[in-house]
């Protein structure tokens, strides 16, 4: 077990440094130069020489590199030009948000996802199951910004039950913490429902067709039993898997959710860094970021062994 | 029948006097005290130190308006007040202006304002060493000096007869005065800590959340602030930003044109009222002259006959943007009986394009937003109809100031900012030899009209002057002009007393809640 970890977590180095790489790149090739951002109306093409000479902009993409990756492992991922705040500063102070925000959508996924999946699955090809199959992908095809919208409209305009925008940390005020992220994790959670509810429909399926059911059946155990305690763990494996790249997923949602919600989080940090060029904060919240989704796999890997005796004795 | 009407008229002056004492008495009871606002802008605002964010955008102006203060505001006329400053005179030439400070004036850090304080500010800023982007606006100021504790001397490169109510009329990172020992003693901090004298004091702010800004206790005009506190929140997308206006959780917004579709919404909401200020200035488009096509000013005439304004509102804001034909707009001094505007005339339009003979092909920077794209192809449609093929280059918006600098270009936008007097920009904008004058253009009598304005001291003969400037402009057509600067904001009914959006400012520091 100890080697299988060990393994899996080497695998980690190559994928961490492949993603400060492109971070890097793509943030480099961004339009626009950083000197003229900095220097505005002052951008005469002296003062640009001087500024790039003295942000080292001048050098080759690779000497930049490794000097950033260089004070990145030491830990200094540096500060923002525009606000002084340095990159640990300014991601230790949103990150709670986005957790947050992650962990509630993610509840709310599979409080939605996991007993239409059940039911579906008894009844398969019912009914309710061939109309949640066309909601599902209706639901799928809506885009957040869209759903966000609506729900705003829906919820803070017209029925005035929720806030439409704003936060309160959870540590000043919980219950008004719960309020105002009630409306950004439910259009994170409506677009991921979808997903989760087919893949464990299916896996549901298949688990229901196999002998040790029909002798449960046989047993004269009742069908919520069967369904919930014998079905769920052996079909809940794609589960996991879909779970942790939801993960991923929700950080992508997350920038246009905080944004829309004007929730002050990760996403918004990006938006911002990006719209002001400000690449020292971009480059070290993508990293951040990428790391934290690439441990996030690590450990849906764990888990799966875990659930899965037969993946971690290496014959699956 | 004396006596009777006798009756009337004493009934109508005593009608009359009660009517103008209750007209006195209402407001005063309507400013009522108390009460805490929340304004929700579009940027997150990066901080306040100059030498760190250069420039103060929209969203820092506003909360700067409440923090700090500047020598002089602005009127409901444009015309400079005192605020910091108590009084000013000029040298005969307009070069040499010096104000007498208002005593007794403290920093939220209790260290006095005085003028070595002001000089400080003006001196940090202006210092080579510091490199700041805040310099260029400040570039017409040659020094400042502090004969003594309340005498603050501006010495000026040139002329400026309206100095008061240009550079130093509003909170922008020039004219915020700053407390020096603040900056000195917080370092890197400073940014996010900002000090000033202003109504209101910083008591938190947390980033991309919200800033909260309490009463100052010790203010000097406290009697004229009614709020306890401000709240001002980043509300990035404009669709939230209004359904937050909508459901409370803000009492006032800003916005622009872009979203035209809630600004005309909020003006049939019975709950809500649209403050609309109609600025000076204008969006502008600058003509390269020195390269081809637009060295023939028959090209150049022919596209700006070509423009359809009132079509291009429509379709950019659905008719909301306020077409400009001169570079003041209405909400200027300036106002011309004549500005020399060329007719919208698609046929004379083609008809100058047949007569240069060649072939008009040219590329017009553009801003790589949907706005500007949008913008950008809508003249395009245009310039075809009249046989002139323009390609769209889209850059990033940082890119077009360096871009026109450098005179790479041929057609770039730009813009001409809501200011008190129209001098300063236009000199820069069109006397031969200025970095900002983008047409390359020069003309003798354009600059003799400029130098003229910018030391006459009788208004009606700069406006005279500025008339002729826009005549020879228009019909040299080296610049032209789309919309005028018109600025918003929204907010619920209960918010009053809110100034003009002087530079679309919304200063919320004097408003009260009814």
Known sequence: MLLFVARKFLYLIPVLIAVSLLTFCIASLLPGDLAYTILGDQATPENVAALRHDMGLDQPIWVRYFGWLGHVLQGDFGRSFRTGQTVLQAVTERLPVSFELMILAEIMCLVIGIPLAIICAARSGGVFDRFMTGAAFGMLSVPTFLSAILLIYLFAVELRWLPATGYVPFGEDPAANLRFMMLPALTLALAEWPGIMRVLRSDMIATLQEDYIALAKAKGLKASRILFVHALKPSSLTLVTITGINIGRLIGGAVIVETIFALPGIGRLLVGAIGTRDLIILQGVVLLVGAGFVLMNFIVDMLYATLDPRIRHGHA | ?514
Not at chain 2, 9 to 38: D, E, H, M, W, Y
Not at chain 2, 225 to 248: E, T, W
């Open chain 2, 1 to 514: 029948m004396i006596a009777a009407n006798r009756t009337s008229a004493l009934v109508r002056i005593f009608l009359v006097a009660g009517f103008a004492i209750s007209l006195c008495a209402v407001p005063a009871n309507a400013q009522k005290a108390g009460g805490s606002i929340t304004v929700g802008l579009e940027l997150d605002i990066p901080g306040f130190d100059p030498l760190k964010v250069g420039v103060f955008d929209t969203a820092a102006l506003t909360a700067a308006s409440a923090i700090f203060e500047s020598l002089t505001y602005l009127d409901d006329k444009g015309v400079a007040q005192p605020r910091l400053a108590l009084s000013w005179t000029h040298s005969d030439d307009f070069k040499i202006w010096t104000f007498k400070l208002r005593p007794g004036v403290k920093f939220h850090d209790g260290t006095p304002f005085n003028a070595e304080a002001a000089k400080a500010n003006f001196d940090r800023q202006k210092d080579p060493a510091n490199k700041c982007r805040c310099a260029f606006y400040i570039s017409a100021i040659n020094n400042v000096q502090a004969p003594d504790e309340l005498t603050l001397v501006y010495n000026l490169n040139d002329p400026s007869v309206n100095f008061p109510a240009t550079i130093l009329s509003y909170t922008n990172q020039n004219a915020a005065i700053q407390s020096p020992t603040a900056w000195k003693t917080k370092g890197e901090d400073y940014n996010r800590n900002p000090v000033g004298t202003g109504p209101f004091v910083l008591k938190s702010w947390t980033a991309g959340d919200r800033m909260v800004l309490e009463r100052n206790p010790d203010y000097w005009d406290k009697d004229k602030i009614y709020l306890d506190r401000i709240i001002v929140k980043p509300l990035p997308d404009a669709q939230s930003r209004f359904a937050s206006l909508q459901s409370g959780e803000a009492d006032i917004i800003w916005d622009d044109e872009a979203s035209a579709d809630n600004i005309q919404r909020a003006e049939k909401d019975p709950k809500l009222k649209v403050h609309t200020y109609a600025g000076s200035g204008a969006a502008v488009a600058a003509f390269n002259t020195k390269v081809a096509p637009f060295d023939d000013v028959r090209v150049r005439q022919a596209l700006v006959m070509a423009l359809d304004r009132k079509k291009l509102s429509q379709a950019l804001t659905n008719g909301l943007a306020r077409p400009a034909t001169n570079p003041y707009g209405d909400g200027s001094w300036v106002k011309c009986k004549d500005d020399g505007a060329l007719p919208y005339d698609v046929e004379k339009a083609k008809a100058l394009i047949k007569d240069y003979g060649k072939p008009v092909d040219f590329k017009m920077l553009v801003t790589a937003t949907p706005r500007g794209r949008a913008n950008g192809q809508v003249l395009q449609q245009f310039w075809k109809q009249v046989g002139a093929n323009m390609e769209i280059e889209q850059v990033d918006q940082a890119t077009i100031p360096p871009r026109a600098f450098m005179r790479q270009f041929q057609l770039t936008p730009w813009r001409i900012v809501d200011l008190a007097d129209p001098d300063m920009q236009m000199y820069a904008n069109f006397h031969t030899g200025s970095p900002v004058a983008l047409a390359n253009y020069s003309n003798p009598e354009l600059d003799r009209l400029l130098e003229h304005a910018r030391v006459t001291a009788d208004q009606d003969q700069r406006n005279e002057d500025y008339c002729a400037i826009s005549r020879l402009i228009n019909k040299e057509a080296i610049w032209y002009w789309t919309f005028q600067n018109t600025y918003y904001a929204m907010s619920s009914t209960k918010v009053k007393g809110l100034p003009k959006m002087y530079s679309g400012v919304i200063d919320v520091s004097r408003v009260w809640l009814e």
